[in-house]
């Protein structure tokens, strides 16, 4: 069961430089999400989408950009990146009931 | 304004000892509550949730967590610690299904 997947696991970037984090689900959910995680600050929503063709920002949208376009695709783009986008970030979906599923995580570094 | 709470950055206890983790939330009605936790380098994993009902959850590994609607609280609990619970604990809060904030984690150390 492969349930969320991300790639790639691991990303240096030049500033200004622009990237897509993919991520796929196979569990046919509605929703899914992108957050990002900094040290001793959680996890902070990125975007989130509750299905196809449907996105919305979360907290931290600033910088990022989303698309939607099947039920299993939520890929996360970086278009300028910036030494502030370092981060570790994290696609999810969830059920109807809320519960998520995480990838494992993509470790992005700008330099 | 929504917002998640863990007043605990860090935590240390002993092998065999008992834990409490600690949770609240602000939110003017009654969210889905969660626990999630993650080892070094990995992804999240759920330990549990609430969603209505009985107020004493029962996860996996051995953790229960308990909703106090007073406090607005969801409290992690193990009776006994073992040394291969040492991780990052998340408490989540789902204010419907479209919006899931996380606390900033407590990072839980188990001596020997």
């Known amino acids: 069961n492969a349930g969320v997947t991300q790639t790639p696991k691991f990303r240096i970037l030049k500033i200004g430089q622009s990237m897509t984090l993919q991520c796929t689900q196979d569990?046919?959910?509605?929703?899914m999400y992108w957050y990002r995680q900094d040290p001793g600050m959680g996890l902070k929503l990125i975007y989130y989408?509750?299905?196809?063709?449907?996105?919305d920002k979360g907290e931290v949208p600033n910088g990022y950009n989303v698309s939607r376009s099947t039920t299993e695709d939520f890929p996360l783009r970086l278009e300028l990146a910036a030494p502030s986008q370092t981060s570790v970030y994290f696609c999810?979906?969830?059920?109807?009931?809320?519960?998520?599923?995480f990838g494992q995580g993509t470790r992005l570094t700008v330099v | 304004a929504q917002s998640v709470t863990q007043p605990d950055i860090h935590i240390t206890v002993s092998e065999g000892a008992s834990l409490e983790l600690r949770c609240n939330y602000s939110?003017?009605?009654?969210?889905?509550l969660f626990w999630y936790v993650q080892s070094p380098g990995q992804g999240l994993q759920l330990l549990l949730k609430?969603?209505?009902?009985?107020?004493l959850v029962q996860g996996i590994k051995g953790f229960e967590a308990e909703f106090k609607r007073s406090q607005s609280s969801f409290n992690l609990r193990k009776p006994s610690v073992h040394w291969s619970d040492a991780a990052e604990y998340f408490c989540?809060?789902?204010?419907?299904?479209?919006?899931?904030?996380f606390g900033a984690g407590t990072r839980l150390t188990v001596k020997p």
């Open positions: 609430y969603f209505s009902g009985d107020t």
């Open positions: 999810a979906s969830s059920n109807q009931r809320g519960e998520a599923f």
């Open positions: 939110y003017g009605a009654t969210p889905y």
């Open positions: 569990m046919n959910h509605n929703y």
């Open positions: 989540a809060v789902g204010f419907n299904n479209n919006d899931m904030r």
């Open positions: 989408s509750v299905g196809a063709g449907i996105t």
